[in-house]
Nanobody
Framework: QVQLVESGGGLVQPGGSLRLSCAAS????????MGWYRQAPGKQRELVAT???????NYADSVKGRFTISRDNAKNTVQLQMNSLKPEDTAVYYC???????????WGKGTLVTVSS
């Protein structure tokens, strides 16, 4: 049974920082490309950042220079360090694991990040 469990969300003031973590189980983690997506109220889910199995990263333009994605294959976790947070970063953040070659695509249930004063 595949599980992706996000943690680390919460309420933070503009300019603050949060670190999200996603713990994966039930998959061979090192073989999966991992990603963080977010969905704000009334908007579609959008890509935030991805990190490939070998470790290459990709970021949405809106978070470049502020967010950093990383992974720990020994612990089966992927993190998202978010700095200089803005109110427009408010959303539910979802962890994603994908192995496109085999049609494997899994999602966590999400963690809420609220940026507000």
């Amino acid at each position: 049974q595949v599980q992706l469990v996000e943690s680390g969300g919460g309420l933070v003031q503009p300019g603050g920082s949060l670190r999200l973590s996603c713990a994966a189980s039930g998959i061979i983690f090192s073989r999966y490309n991992m990603g963080w997506y977010r969905q704000a109220p009334g908007k579609q889910r959008e890509l935030v950042a991805t990190i490939s199995s070998p470790g290459s990263t990709n970021y949405a333009d809106s978070v470049k220079g502020r967010f950093t994605i990383s992974r720990d294959n020994a612990k089966n976790t992927v993190q998202l360090q978010m700095n200089s947070l803005k109110p427009e970063d408010t959303a539910v953040y979802y962890c994603n694991a994908v192995q496109a070659r085999f049609g494997m695509d899994y999602w966590g249930k999400g963690t809420l990040v609220t940026v507000s004063s």
